[in-house]
T-cell receptor, first 113, second 111 residues
Framework: NAGVTQTPKFQVLKTGQSMTLQCAQDMNHEYMSWYRQDPGMGLRLIHYSVGAGITDQGEVPNGYNVSRSTTEDFPLRLLSAAPSQTSVYFC????????????FGPGTRLTVL | GQQVMQIPQYQHVQEGEDFTTYCNSSTTLSNIQWYKQRPGGHPVFLIQLVKSGEVKKQKRLTFQFGEAKKNSSLHITATQTTDVGTYFCAGLEGGSEKLVFGKGTKLTVNP
């Protein structure tokens, strides 16, 4: 099993550009989520999904969109990148619900100039 | 909204000393999880606590969940250089799917 994979590993964007961060898992996990990690701020939940076709907002959803068309994939879209979105983004998944062990991907380091 | 506070933010110890990090929630939790993140890595699950007053041990690590289910702690006995990293707690309110992380405690160990 590859576990949770994220692409790209690194990305540099200009202000106003859009892009999609990819996340995939091969463990047939129902629950998937996106976090951003900034220095001194811990991990903050952006969006989450409890299954295909179902998504909901986390603590810091503004500026980000998600969709969950399949169990395996949970892409995160930045509609119009801003410097405040410079961060490390982690995707995570778990069996069933969020109260189970979360498996994290390796992260995407995003810089917005 | 739910807030999870973690102290201290940083802890530097000599190898062999003990280490404790504390986690406090503004609301009662149904579940608390602990994760470790090595420098440059991603968070890795350590343990989950669900019962009031629960205590779990993993070798030199002891995890506790408070009686009121609003606080938790992680204690490491006789730290080693391999314990270096940031330790996060993450709490879940009953009926919620939003796992909220504390800001973490960064542990450095001087050999």
């Amino acid at each position: 099993n590859a576990g949770v994979t994220q692409t790209p590993k690194f990305q540099v964007l200009k202000t106003g550009q859009s892009m999609t961060l990819q996340c995939a898992q091969d463990m047939n996990h129902e629950y998937m989520s996106w976090y951003r990690q900034d220095p001194g701020m811990g991990l903050r939940l952006i969006h989450y999904s409890v299954g295909a076709g179902i998504t909901d907002q986390g603590e810091v959803p503004n500026g980000y969109n998600v969709s969950r068309s399949t169990t395996e994939d949970f892409p995160l879209r930045l509609l119009s990148a801003a410097p405040s979105q410079t961060s490390v983004y982690f995707c995570a998944s778990s069996y069933g619900h969020s109260y189970n062990e979360q498996f994290f991907g390796p992260g995407t380091r995003l810089t917005v100039l | 909204g739910q807030q999870v506070m973690q102290i201290p933010q940083y802890q530097h110890v000599q190898e062999g000393e003990d280490f404790t990090t504390y986690c406090n929630s503004s609301t009662t939790l149904s579940n608390i999880q602990w994760y470790k993140q090595r420098p440059g890595g991603h968070p890795v699950f350590l343990i989950q606590l669900v019962k009031s007053g629960e205590v779990k041990k993993q070798k030199r690590l002891t995890f506790q969940f408070g009686e009121a289910k609003k606080n938790s702690s992680l204690h490491i006995t006789a730290t080693q250089t391999t314990d270096v990293g940031t330790y996060f707690c993450a709490g879940l309110e009953g009926g919620s799917e939003k796992l909220v992380f504390g800001k973490g405690t960064k542990l450095t160990v001087n050999p």
